[in-house]
């Protein structure tokens, strides 16, 4: 079965940049999503089909997509953006998620 | 409002039943294919099933296959997830949600979410 893998954690200082990554075979070929899960609260789609931002979301976030590797980057990082992010795709049929990454600002 | 409202859930018995309820409001709910993803305490997100807007195709993770069925009623715009022979391992918080498109499989992102409902299968 095919499988997504995020670091467990990344940390950034205010105001810099934090980039989140998600590994997968090929994934480069497949659309990427990406989702922000605040503590307590539902998922939120940040960034779909790989670099798309959905209304309302911070011009800050911002996702690629090449060979091996998609990553969602969030520029000026500020103390609301801290939380889970959840990287999913499509294979076979069934959705698959990442393990997710906690970020801390 | 364009939400997802989430109804039933709660504490049951290993190989009991409990059914979910989904309402959504605020946009043409059979225009889009729907999907239920659970996430167990203190862990990430976990696909169960789904659902495309006419009901004609249906998915299901390994986990639940033949255990689960989903369904959809586009009169009610309502979602449901029946759910049999509990496990402890089906301890977790449910979530319903809404697809960019149409259809079952896709490759899109689910664009909306339910609040979620908390369904604990214990003795």
């Known amino acids: 079965s095919y499988e997504l893998t995020q670091p467990l954690s990344v940390s950034v200082a205010l105001g810099q940049t934090a980039r989140i990554s998600c590994g997968g075979y090929n994934i480069g070929s497949k659309n990427v999503h990406w989702y922000q899960q605040r503590p307590g609260q539902a998922p939120v789609m940040v960034i779909y089909r790989g670099s798309n931002r959905p209304s309302g979301i911070p011009e800050r976030f911002s996702g690629s997509n090449s060979g091996n590797t998609a990553t969602l980057t969030i520029s000026r990082a500020q103390v609301g953006d801290e939380g889970d992010y959840y990287c999913?795709?499509?294979?076979?049929?069934?959705?698959?998620f990442g393990g997710g990454t906690k970020l801390t600002v | 409002e364009v939400q997802l409202v989430q109804s039933g859930g709660g504490l049951e018995q290993p190989g009991r039943s409990l059914r979910l309820s989904c309402a959504a409001s605020?946009?043409?709910?059979?225009?889009?294919?729907m999907h239920w993803v659970r996430q167990a305490p203190g862990k990430g997100l976990e696909w169960v099933s789904s659902i495309s807007w006419n009901s004609a195709s249906i998915g299901y993770a390994d986990s639940v296959k033949g255990r689960f069925t989903v369904s959809r009623d586009n009169a009610k715009n309502s979602l449901y997830l029946q759910m049999n022979s509990l496990r402890s391992e089906d301890t977790a918080l449910y979530y319903c949600a809404k697809d960019i498109g149409p259809l079952h499989p896709s490759s899109d992102a689910f664009n909306l979410w339910g609040q979620g409902t908390m369904v604990i299968v214990s003795s």
């Open positions: 605020g946009f043409t709910f059979d225009d889009y294919a």
């Open positions: 999913q795709v499509w294979d076979s049929r069934t959705v698959v």
